[in-house]
């Protein structure tokens, strides 16, 4: 039986804050209006199962523990998110992959599609340094 720690409910809890985040965001949909992708994001022991639309994310949900089906995987630790969302990260938890670099992330299944539209999902999942600036002012 997997034991939920305060920080996993926390990291979980600001994901499902990302499509209000981003439906706010125009530019970065510009930026996503290419991309129909249904993948795996969020924190390693409860990552969501993201359907993303012409940029825009249509679904969201806890990943069930059935194999469900995604193109691509990108979890990390909660450690890294918390890091990550910093409004200014230290070096080496400042970007996606040097947070796999670290093996505090890991980047699994289809890369193409992540790679395609990396600076999409660099500031998609960067959406929540907004929320930790509104809290450090």
Sequence with gaps: MMVVQPDDLSIASTFEKLP????????LLRTGRLLNVDCL??????PFL???RAGHITEMSAAPKTMP?????YT??????????????KPGWHDL???TK???AHLAGDLHPFMT?????????ALPRSLASDKSA
């Excluded at 994001?41 to 409860?46: E, I, R």
């Excluded at 089906?69 to 995987?73: L, M, P, T, Y």
Aim: charged residues 25%.
């Design 20 to 27: 209000i985040l981003l439906d706010s965001d125009s530019a």
């Design 41 to 46: 994001l969020g924190p390693s022991d409860l």
């Design 50 to 52: 993201v359907r993303i």
């Design 69 to 73: 089906s995604w193109r691509f995987g």
């Design 76 to 89: 990390a630790s909660p450690q890294a998110w918390i890091e990550y969302w910093r409004p200014e990260p």
């Design 97 to 99: 992959l040097a947070l």
């Design 102 to 104: 670290r093996g505090e």
């Design 117 to 125: 539209h990396l600076q999409y999902f660099k500031d998609l999942l």
